[in-house]
């Protein structure tokens, strides 16, 4: 058995007395680009191997609604779209499968970026995500900050407004305003996240922008909307703060008595900032096999 010759040795270069060395670098370059790779000893090229990113975990709350798990997914393929290569998974928090400790159990020893799909810094974020991801040893786990507040939200905001029907024309939005409808907690900080993304979406918007909730907090979208009424505001918009299809969705989506916008579900705007999340999560230092940490920005 012969051994594979040697590959062809490169082309003396022609120089010309004038050349820069700009120009002599350049076509050196091109030279040498240009040439095949160099065989591995048996005759092939050695393939190179490119480590895996962590795993992107992408956290909903759960629903009985049979549209969230739907619109979740679709949210996570787009998600998928612009990032091809990362692995991403899913996992509930309740209600719905996969459960959030059964797509952890499921995962190879390493890295993963828990992603909740959740606006504010309640509950779940701070306790229910750190105690799932507690139950997985086997992993070295970040919990990305949730997506709220953030400019990108108000983006899939606004989007959602127009595409239920809002028009502001100069001069026109003094008897307008928008109740920005989301789930609650008694987290305080939630609350405050909530209404962070109020400000923004006023500052969008140029109107005025009440945050109001569904449970656990006050004001519920009723009162913001009577509120909003007595201030002599005829034209009051629901704004719908929550990433898929539910119960409190709907609810909250029935007191608007002018237009209601549809949940976030999978905008171009909200896959950008999951994706972002988790680049921000993955910039901390690194975890200690076993455990995990919290990203708070």
Same mark, same amino acid.
């Given at each position: 058995?012969?051994?594979?010759?040697?590959?062809?040795?490169?082309?003396? @270069?022609?120089?010309?007395?004038?050349?820069?060395?700009?120009?002599?670098?350049?076509?050196?370059?091109?030279?040498?680009?240009?040439?095949?790779?160099?065989?591995?000893?048996?005759?092939?090229?050695?393939?190179?191997?490119?480590?895996?990113?962590?795993?992107?975990?992408?956290?909903?709350?759960?629903?009985?609604?049979?549209?969230?798990?739907?619109?979740?997914?679709?949210?996570?393929? /787009?998600?998928?779209?612009?990032?091809? $290569?990362?692995?991403? /998974? @899913? $996992?509930?928090?309740?209600?719905?499968?996969?459960?959030?400790?059964?797509?952890?159990? *499921?995962?190879?020893?390493?890295?993963?970026?828990?992603?909740?799909?959740?606006?504010?810094?309640? #509950?779940?974020?701070?306790?229910?995500?750190?105690?799932?991801? !507690?139950?997985?040893?086997?992993?070295?786990?970040?919990?990305?900050?949730?997506? $709220?507040?953030?400019?990108?939200?108000?983006?899939?905001? #606004?989007?959602? @407004?127009?595409?239920? *029907?809002?028009?502001?024309?100069?001069?026109?939005?003094?008897?307008?305003?928008?109740?920005?409808?989301?789930?609650?907690? /008694?987290?305080?900080?939630?609350?405050?996240?909530?209404?962070?993304?109020?400000?923004?979406?006023?500052?969008?918007? *140029?109107?005025?922008?009440?945050?109001? #909730?569904?449970?656990?907090?006050?004001?519920?979208?009723?009162?913001?909307?009577?509120?909003?009424?007595?201030?002599?505001?005829?034209?009051?918009?629901?704004?719908? #703060?929550?990433?898929?299809?539910?119960?409190?969705?709907?609810?909250?989506?029935?007191? !608007?008595?002018?237009?209601?916008?549809?949940?976030?579900?999978?905008?171009?705007?909200? !896959?950008?900032?999951?994706?972002?999340?988790?680049?921000?999560?993955?910039?901390?230092?690194?975890?200690?096999?076993?455990?995990?940490?919290?990203?708070? !920005?």
């Amino acid at each position: 058995m012969t051994e594979p010759a040697d590959p062809p040795a490169p082309r003396p @270069l022609a120089s010309h007395p004038f050349d820069t060395t700009s120009q002599l670098l350049t076509r050196i370059t091109a030279q040498f680009g240009s040439q095949p790779p160099h065989p591995h000893r048996h005759g092939t090229r050695r393939p190179m191997s490119t480590p895996q990113p962590p795993t992107l975990v992408a956290v909903a709350h759960g629903s009985r609604d049979p549209r969230a798990p739907t619109t979740v997914n679709a949210l996570l393929d /787009r998600v998928r779209e612009l990032r091809p $290569g990362l692995p991403v /998974r @899913l $996992g509930h928090i309740e209600l719905n499968a996969p459960l959030l400790t059964d797509t952890l159990a *499921g995962l190879p020893d390493g890295d993963a970026v828990l992603v909740p799909l959740l606006l504010g810094r309640g #509950y779940h974020v701070k306790h229910d995500l750190p105690g799932a991801a !507690a139950t997985a040893p086997h992993l070295r786990v970040r919990v990305a900050a949730p997506l $709220g507040p953030h400019p990108l939200l108000v983006e899939a905001l #606004y989007a959602r @407004l127009t595409e239920a *029907g809002w028009r502001t024309a100069p001069g026109t939005g003094g008897g307008t305003a928008v109740v920005l409808a989301a789930a609650g907690s /008694r987290d305080p900080e939630s609350a405050a996240d909530t209404r962070r993304t109020a400000r923004l979406l006023g500052e969008r918007l *140029g109107v005025p922008v009440i945050a109001a #909730y569904a449970s656990a907090a006050s004001p519920t979208v009723p009162e913001a909307v009577r509120a909003l009424t007595a201030r002599g505001h005829h034209r009051v918009a629901v704004a719908s #703060y929550f990433t898929a299809p539910g119960l409190f969705a709907t609810r909250s989506a029935a007191a !608007a008595p002018w237009i209601a916008a549809a949940p976030l579900g999978p905008h171009a705007a909200l !896959a950008r900032l999951v994706l972002h999340r988790y680049d921000r999560a993955l910039a901390t230092a690194p975890v200690p096999a076993g455990s995990s940490r919290l990203v708070t !920005a």
